[in-house]
């Protein structure tokens, strides 16, 4: 601190003496005393903290993080007092112990209206990390573009029965039309181009919102946790999706664009919460396609951070090219490459998700 933050503090140039002051004389006849009022110091304002409605718009970040700063959560080679990639102390996740029991199930879905986001990739890594812990998970394709059936090796387009059938069909069963993939503990309902006849034949149907939650309590009872991949968009699907889950995980890419979309989500959010299903929560925000390398990668998610605080997954799925193998190869890279960082990212992604959703 200089002297310029003290009251009463004169800077001259360094020329420049300063002048001594001449007091003024004192008055012939004493003046009548004035009686002095001191102000009442005014009371502190109160500090609202709540986030702007457009979040691309936030300050710049301060903090600089560097490659050396981030390690994974639960890095056993790595100190635990590191920031990670949030710009927060990396948490102690405790180990996922064996379930004691079977569901019913945490319905959880993986949603955001931009494409290319990481939602398919999400659900199908997340899913198999958290099956690896011995519960039975369920993931449920609700795109019509079936990536994630893509993804888990079934082919949209020899399929016989998918969800479609589910939703508009009465007479066909869960059991029909889910199918066991080739990860213990993980199955699959399965969606092909079908899927998108349902949005325009569903806006006829009493009660359209909730025909996914009407096909899934049968088997809520069966599963511990069903993930939802969602379309990229917010229209009578995703709302399906959101009307029959208990949560919600946003993934977001680590860029300009995907953070410009975030505040129109968080405004659908709380319209299902409100009029349809005052039980949704968003369990978090995972930072996905993640180059620490980056300043725009760095800034982009510390902005979030800033926004939404603790609601922010410490995991951060960084950049890989093991990702579009895995969709090759048509497997989760829990198995394709179990020892890769990647790997292990779902892994501490998982355990997030069962500590702030218990299940068995």
Do not use: W
Request: charged share 20%; with cysteine.
């Amino acid at each position: 601190m200089n002297e310029s933050t003290f009251p009463g503090t004169q800077h001259l140039p360094s020329s420049m003496e300063p002048i001594p002051s001449t007091p003024d004389p004192a008055p012939a006849t004493p003046a009548e005393p004035t009686p002095q009022h001191t102000p009442a110091p005014p009371s502190p304002a109160r500090t609202v903290v709540t986030p702007p409605s457009n979040y691309a718009e936030m300050p710049r970040p301060t903090a600089k993080l560097t490659a050396e700063d981030m390690a994974p959560v639960n890095d056993p080679h790595g100190p635990r007092n590191k920031i990670g990639p949030t710009g927060r102390p990396l948490p102690d996740l405790p180990e996922v112990k064996p379930p004691t029991r079977r569901g019913p199930a945490q319905v959880i879905a993986m949603c955001n209206q931009k494409g290319g986001v990481g939602k398919t990739t999400t659900t199908i890594n997340l899913g198999a990390a958290i099956a690896e812990t011995g519960r039975k998970v369920l993931l449920i394709d609700f795109d019509p573009q079936g990536s994630a059936s893509i993804g888990l090796g079934v082919q949209p387009h020899d399929l016989e029965l998918s969800v479609y059938n589910l939703l508009m069909q009465r007479d066909i069963t869960p059991a029909e039309v889910i199918q066991a993939t080739r990860v213990d503990n993980l199955d699959l309902l399965p969606a092909n181009i079908d899927l998108s006849a349902a949005e325009v034949q569903l806006v006829q149907e009493v009660a359209r919102e909730y025909t996914l939650q009407r096909v899934l309590e049968p088997i809520i009872p069966l599963y511990d946790v069903i993930l939802i991949d969602c379309a990229p968009s917010l229209g009578l699907l995703t709302v399906n999706a959101l009307t029959a889950s208990n949560g919600i995980v946003v993934p977001l890419e680590c860029e300009f664009f995907a953070l410009r979309g975030l505040a129109m989500l968080t405004d659908t959010i709380g319209k299902v919460q409100d009029r349809l299903n005052p039980k949704l929560e968003i369990v978090g925000i995972l930072g996905t396609m993640f180059d620490g390398r980056t300043t725009h990668a760095r800034e982009v998610l510390d902005r979030v951070v800033q926004a939404f605080d603790e609601r922010v997954f410490h995991t951060v799925i960084r950049r890989t090219v093991k990702f579009p193998e895995t969709t090759v190869v048509g497997e989760p890279i829990t198995t394709y490459a179990p020892s890769s960082q990647a790997a292990t990212q779902y892994r501490d992604l998982a355990k997030e998700v069962l500590a702030r959703c218990p299940v068995g």
